[in-house]
């Protein structure tokens, strides 16, 4: 019997061609079109095409470090980004790259229990306890609550979130136990929030200025001393297109509007600032690191950038020294932290004729030589998940 031959359907060739031409398109740009170094949409460093030798094809680098390369260096990829977030939103999802998008379009990194380590968590609090153990200094940790953890009302449906209780019930044994005090910030954040107070950004992962404010007030009432009212400081608005790293994980979206970012301007006057170098995270336009010109603690070319939230002394060092010739006290605060302190630094400048900030992320020197320069107080400021999976508090032991 005679076989029929089916010729393929016309559509499918042109579709076939059309996914292979496009392939072949974006290898050629791939290597064709300049690489880019930084991108201030994700606001992270772009992997860049690697260097191709027999030995790294054999082991496999090159053929990783080539499918990194293609992902971040594809032509118009940001837009590409843009759009597959946008067409995840059309279709009702409220869950798009790992981030869940709330009432008010409030965005929330999703951070499970299966995210965090509680082992790390009473590690990293071990370490605390042992250095106040060794050096007999005055130490309180201090855990901002998780954005998504105090504002469950705006989550979506069906979103999944940690528990932080156990950590908290955690950290208050473990520092009992250590002679560490552990402050809790969170019923203060809620009492506010009940109010409707915006304590944390939307668009951010960072707690707002009104959030900092409530977060210094808890720790300077815990030493015994008082916080002047917020308005004192002159809270001002200094941007209103204001999208933070939350925001760039699903940029794009065109519900999700900018922001007011505030700052308190009623400073001490004649501060002095020192640091061990450039911010080893805020970058120029171009991902290069620079050396801020601050007006005051304040880098104003930042808002005019995409980390806004780095106006606050251009960003994190791993470690910079504030000090104020005309501080109510003569006491020297010594502040361990992530971001989040960033903005709570200011309301506690009054209390202190030198605070110091301490990023470990880039900190390298000896902690036993740090300790030994002699502080009156010594804070642990974090917030809450980015402390229970942080390993670099195991420098506190060198």
């Not at 130490?139 to 998504?148: D, E, K, N, Q, R």
């Amino acid at each position: 019997m005679e076989q029929k031959h089916h010729q393929p359907a016309l559509p499918a060739c042109i579709y076939v061609g059309l996914i292979i031409g496009a392939l072949s398109l974006g290898g050629i740009l791939l290597l064709a079109l300049p690489q880019k170094e930084y991108s201030p949409l994700e606001n992270r460093y772009l992997a860049k095409r690697p260097e191709i030798t027999a030995d790294r094809i054999l082991s496999g680098e090159a053929q990783r470090d080539l499918t990194e390369a293609a992902g971040d260096q594809f032509a118009l990829r940001d837009k590409w980004v843009q759009l597959a977030g946008m067409t995840q939103f059309l279709l009702f999802q409220r869950e798009v790259n790992d981030v869940y998008i709330g009432e008010d379009y409030a965005l929330f990194h999703k951070v499970t229990d299966s995210d965090l380590s509680m082992k790390n968590y009473r590690n990293n609090l071990g370490y605390i306890a042992e250095l106040a153990a060794q050096t007999g200094a005055d130490v309180s940790v201090m855990l901002i609550p998780s954005p998504a953890t105090l504002q469950k009302d705006k989550l979506p449906k069906h979103a999944v979130i940690y528990d932080s209780a156990p950590y908290e019930a955690a950290g208050e044994a473990l520092c009992g136990a250590g002679n560490v005090r552990f402050l809790q910030v969170g019923p203060e954040m809620e009492r506010h929030l009940r109010k409707k107070e915006k304590l944390y950004f939307y668009t951010d992962h960072h707690w707002t200025t009104d959030g900092a404010y409530i977060g210094a007030g808890v720790y300077l009432y815990s030493k015994g001393k008082t916080i002047a009212p917020q308005a004192a400081f002159d809270v001002r608005t200094v941007s209103r297109d204001f999208y933070g790293t939350v925001y760039s994980k699903v940029a794009g979206l065109w519900p999700v509007k900018p922001e007011e970012l505030a700052a308190p301007c009623a400073l001490p006057q004649g501060l002095v600032i020192e640091t061990d170098g450039p911010p080893a995270d805020a970058r120029g336009m171009d991902g290069a690191r620079i050396m801020p010109e601050l007006n005051g603690i304040y880098d104003e070319s930042r808002l005019s950038m995409k980390d806004q939230y780095a106006v606050y002394f251009g960003g994190n060092y791993g470690r910079l020294t504030i000090k104020n010739p005309s501080a109510q006290a003569n006491g020297r605060l010594l502040i361990f932290k992530d971001s989040y302190a960033n903005s709570m630094v200011p309301y506690l400048l009054d209390a202190y004729a030198q605070i110091t900030m301490i990023d470990l992320r880039y900190y390298n020197e000896t902690i036993s030589d740090l300790m030994s320069e002699g502080w009156d107080e010594t804070l642990f400021c974090y917030e809450m998940s980015n402390f229970i999976n942080d390993r670099n508090l195991v420098k506190l032991l060198l």
